[in-house]
């Protein structure tokens, strides 16, 4: 019967675990063995020469053995086996220097030449070694034997049974393997709560539904229209999907570097790292109206939320500007009703070459404002929304002016970011202002964009503040957020490398100049622009 693999996580770690543990513990305990087995075999070796050592010190034993003959009843045998009793050897045979014991623990072999090779100890050195004789396998040791002159005239052989040595191994093999055991069981119980804990942290799952799961949350996070920031608890990055790294101008290879590495300092910045608190927070990043939301994480990190309301804001501007030309026209509209109602009466009293008088200066007029514009400003849409301003500024009673330096060919690269710049500013003088004066001039390549008003003015501290996301004065509509306008013109013009400040105005108020460099296309100008009055550029 074939037994199956289990499939969950825990269960695998669990079996894994248990057959390292398993493993490690057979191996220890079989080094230890080995080790103590030769440990064993070296201390019966050292005890044997210690014992034969001891016996050839022994007094007139030298003399015994050269001056006797080699029988059972002999001196030296008696010695020998004195020693042997006391000692607990196994046997201790003397020898003379032709190999024939002079002592044994059996008497049968006193007379007969030994079973082993003396030569060593003869020649005056101590050996010792685990080996076999007449007597079975046994750790054993030789030395030389010396008469009172130094000279060698045998040697003596102890011998240690190596059964004594087996059962001392054996003794020690029992506690041994309760400690294996005892170490095992804690192994075991390791590894088991281990694998619960990895249980509770997987759900159960099996490798194969972690590794889809995997599979699904990347195509998930890469998919969604939503951009997303992981952090980890030091700031750095974890994870960043398409969206987010097309929304925020950054690369795969952001990932795992910190945050303030890879983004420019500003709000941006200070809202996805935790340094500004609140929901739907709105940002500006690459001219991009961003709305972000941060939620932290159990380990110390967080996760990020970027949506884009770019498309959302421009139709909320849109919708600013489609509100004002209403405005405009209903102002238009009570403007034409008078002249109708003032031309209607001319009729009535007859004075019929008045009443054309009056219909000719109210044409030329209109016509007037609208030709100024069209001949200093050739892009449509520019023009365009001048006039449309202008119509606006009328009906609020305000007084909007062109410059009478604007000078704009129509060579507009993205008349659009020109339009925004633009529109933002003349909105934001029309809220504060009675006088409005717009200049716009081409210095090559660059376009340089001025609005200047009699308004309250900025003071010199809040100069950099009203260019943040978010800062404002003024009551947000319904349709969008407030504060976002002077952020985008300046985002705009970093785009282009160029830059958008705020200067005092002489007389009071404030000017709004914008820089932006390679916004007007590259050409030669054909030929020289008129400008109304005789002035020529």
């Given at each position: 019967m074939r037994i199956r693999w289990p499939r969950r996580v825990f269960a695998q770690v669990l079996l894994v675990q248990l057959a390292i543990t398993t493993g490690v513990i057979m191996l220890a305990t079989g080094l230890f063995l080995a080790t103590l087995s030769a440990q064993l075999d070296d201390q019966a070796m050292r005890q044997a020469l210690s014992i034969a050592q001891t016996t050839a010190a022994e007094p007139s034993l030298a003399y015994d053995l050269t001056s006797t003959e080699p029988t059972p009843a002999g001196a030296v045998q008696v010695k020998a086996e004195r020693i042997r009793r006391a000692t607990g050897a196994l046997y201790i045979v003397v020898m003379d220097t032709n190999g024939v014991r002079w002592s044994h623990t059996e008497t049968t072999q006193i007379g007969r030449h030994v079973s082993t090779d003396p030569s060593v100890a003869l020649a005056g050195q101590d050996i010792m070694q685990i080996d076999r004789g007449t007597l079975g396998r046994s750790a054993r040791a030789k030395v030389p034997l010396r008469d009172d002159e130094g000279s060698i005239v045998g040697a003596v052989s102890v011998g240690i049974a190596y059964d004594s040595v087996h059962e001392s191994l054996m003794a020690t093999l029992p506690s041994l393997l309760l400690y294996a055991g005892a170490a095992l069981a804690v192994g075991v119980l390791a590894a088991f709560g281990v694998s619960r804990r990895l249980q509770r942290r997987t759900h159960g799952l099996a490798f194969a539904d972690?590794?889809?799961?995997?599979?699904?949350?990347?195509?998930?996070?890469?998919?969604?229209?939503?951009?997303?920031?992981?952090?980890d608890r030091y700031g750095c990055i974890r994870l960043l999907n398409d969206e987010a790294q097309r929304l925020l101008g950054l690369g795969p290879e952001a990932?795992?570097?910190?945050?303030?590495?890879?983004?420019?300092?500003?709000?941006?910045?200070?809202?996805l790292a935790g340094r500004v608190d609140g929901a739907d927070l709105l940002t500006v990043s690459g001219g991009r109206v961003l709305v972000a939301n941060r939620m932290p994480t159990g380990d110390g990190g967080a996760v990020a939320t970027l949506r884009d309301r770019t498309e959302l804001e421009l139709l909320g501007r849109e919708l600013d500007s489609t509100h004002g030309l209403l405005d405009a026209l209903r102002a238009q509209d009570h403007e034409h009703a008078n002249?109708?109602?003032?031309?209607?009466?001319?009729?009535?009293?007859?004075?019929?070459?008045?009443?054309?008088?009056?219909?000719?200066?109210v044409a030329d007029g209109h016509r007037a404002s609208a030709e100024q514009v069209a001949e200093r400003v050739h892009d449509p849409l520019l023009s365009a929304l001048l006039v449309g301003k202008s119509a606006i500024a009328a009906e609020r009673g305000v007084s909007l002016r062109i410059s009478p330096g604007t000078l704009l060919p129509d060579q507009v690269v993205d008349p659009r970011d020109l339009v925004t710049v633009l529109g933002n500013l003349i909105d934001n003088a029309l809220d504060v202002a009675s006088f409005v004066e717009v200049e716009l001039l081409a210095e090559g390549t660059t376009a340089v964009l001025r609005v200047s008003d009699n308004g309250p003015g900025v003071s010199p501290e809040m100069r950099e503040r009203i260019f943040a996301e978010g800062w404002t004065t003024k009551q947000s509509p319904a349709h969008r957020g407030r504060g976002l306008g002077l952020a985008l013109v300046r985002r705009l013009a970093e785009r282009y490398g160029g830059m958008a400040r705020v200067t005092a105005r002489a007389g009071g108020g404030a000017v709004f100049t914008v820089v932006l460099p390679e916004a007007l296309a590259v050409r030669e100008l054909t030929a020289m622009t008129a400008i109304p009055g005789g002035e020529s550029r």
């Open positions: 972690i590794s889809a799961l995997l599979d699904e949350r990347e195509a998930m996070l890469h998919g969604i229209r939503e951009g997303v920031v992981a952090l990932t795992g570097r910190a945050l303030d590495d890879v983004l420019p300092p500003g709000r941006t910045t200070d809202v002249r109708l109602h003032t031309l209607l009466g001319l009729l009535e009293l007859g004075l019929h070459d008045e009443a054309v008088d009056f219909v000719a200066e």
